[in-house]
């Protein structure tokens, strides 16, 4: 029986593990902790958890209630630990982290199939079916395997995320599509400041509060990924020669430039979500939606992914994989977790499920599959390996991501339902045709 290699024991690791060993087959799963640690981690357990111990919201109307629900239906161990060391957190599924961690590693240590190697690997083997999950603190040898094997530029190491809003939140009114100088057509959507909302709106940014970096992020405040709340402080006229730029852009109702202007980009081939291009920032959550609620057009805007720097390893999905999660020049090497470009605890989880999935149909000579894109799942998929490869950045889970309604539903949570139990029915039939 082939052996299927797994780099890496973090959420997208033991899960791609467990379910393979699932499907019987034999997997090696490699974990260089406690021999090599991280800046982050503290433990040597399997699929500990560095920066939150909640999994998110657990009604199916929110966009990681669906995607655990689903997850669930998939078999995930990272679902059944969660709800074995759930701690009270309102609507969300918080953990014991500790308790968390030793529930999996338990697990995935006393399966017969999975044999669980303490040592860091260097290099992708050369034979046989390799699922790469080493998360976003990838180590540096590692790190530079993936950037030869892969090409330099297809490697990232930090997040510089701007916030994402729904697009049927936005107020068109106060809007106009277009251009700067008319070159591109309407690919951009442009929301025009006079002096006095721009003078409201940069005085907030100033006042709002901040997230901490981490120690081992610091690495991240350089040009190439400045938050918008750091290129401010360097004077009120810096954010208008940069991404609040009026240069080559009337506004048709006015018949003339605005005084600022910000820019959001469409961030999904439908249109469904729009990128504020160039805010990235460390705000906290609130703040970014207060003070960004500042800008015309978007004051009951609602946010689908909010902003954020942080450290991250992550490869150019969209250019690299295939929806099955298979590396396109090596389709017996796939890749799982955040290194693919999903944001979250659960989204990594989840890829790992689909790349445990297929790891074992190769094994058997199958060919590899991917849920339906009416699931969250799906939709996760279906981004990371469709956007942009300019301009990839990290998705978490939202509803944005999932194909409209067939039909005009009336009210946010009355859509949000009908998305939700339709994805657990195609969901549903996809693992029945699997059978």
Known sequence: MELINIIGGGLAGVE???????????????????????????????????????????????????????????????????KKTAVPAGGALAVDREKFADYIT??????????????????????????????????????????????????????????????????????????????????????????????????????????PLKDFEKACYFEGCMPIEEMAERGKQTLLFGPLKPVGLIDPRTGKQPFAVVQLRKENREGTLLNLVGFQTKLKYPEQKRVFRLIPGLENAEFARYGSIHRNTFINSPKLLLRTLQLKKNPEVLFAGQITGVEGYPESAATGIIAGINASRLAEGKEAVYPPETTMIGGLLKYITTANPKSFQPMNANFGLLPPPEKRIKGKLNRRKYLAERALRDLEKWLRELS
């Open 16 to 82: 791609a593990a467990y379910r393979a060993a699932k499907e019987g087959k034999k997997v090696r799963l490699f974990e260089m902790r406690p021999k090599k640690t991280t800046p982050a981690h503290k433990t040597d357990k399997l699929a500990e958890l560095v920066c939150s111990n909640t999994l998110g919201g657990i009604d199916i109307t929110t966009p990681r209630g669906l995607l655990k629900a689903e997850m669930e239906k998939l078999g995930s161990l990272v679902v059944e630990a969660a």
């Open 106 to 211: 338990q697990k995935i240590e006393s399966n017969p199939n999975i044999e669980i190697v303490r040592e860091e690997v260097t290099e992708i083997p050369k034979k046989g079916i390799t699922v790469v999950a080493t998360g976003p603190l990838t180590s540096d040898k590692f790190s530079q395997f993936l950037r030869e094997y892969l090409g330099e530029e297809e490697l990232h190491f930090y997040d510089a995320i701007s916030p994402i809003v729904y697009a049927d939140t936005i107020d068109y009114s106060k809007c106009f599509w277009g251009s700067r100088y008319g070159k591109g057509g309407d690919d951009y959507l442009n929301c025009p400041m006079t002096e006095e909302e721009y003078e409201r709106f940069y005085n907030a940014l100033m006042e709002a509060e901040k997230v």
